[in-house]
């Protein structure tokens, strides 16, 4: 068989550092995503239904974010009503940002080589079969 010739990569090229656990959850993402693009604020239900996600589950969320100090949450009243507010702190905004360049990082590094590596698929070296 024939030795495989492969460009040398950088050990841990791949890891992607940058993507912050907080935020690399599928509800998170959607209530951060959410936030930046409502500086002013969400209120609760609101948030909630743009991120299709229950009073707990959000909740829950919520406190994550407040406690990594990416979120503030706010308490009034509307026409007599209790109202939580939600909205992005700077940190949370300048976090969150460096968070979509990593994501940014990623979709590159698997879209360049994605012409070559289509022509590719089509020439194997001698002897290589699939399985």
Known sequence: MAKRKTKAIAPGRFAYQGLDRVLHEKA???IMTSLITRPEGLLFNE??????????????????LHEAGL??????YENKRPQT???????????????????????????????????????????????
């Open 28 to 30: 998170r993402l959607g």
């Open 47 to 64: 948030l909630k239904q743009l991120c299709e996600l229950t009073d707990g589950n959000l909740s829950r969320h919520l406190e994550v």
């Open 71 to 76: 979120v503030e949450v706010w308490k009034g």
């Open 85 to 131: 507010l939600c909205r992005l702190s700077r940190a949370g905004r300048e976090r969150f940002l460096k968070y979509l360049a990593e994501l940014e990082r990623v979709v590159q590094d698997a879209l360049q080589p994605a012409d070559r590596a289509a022509a590719a698929m089509t020439a194997l070296p001698a002897g290589w079969v699939p399985v």
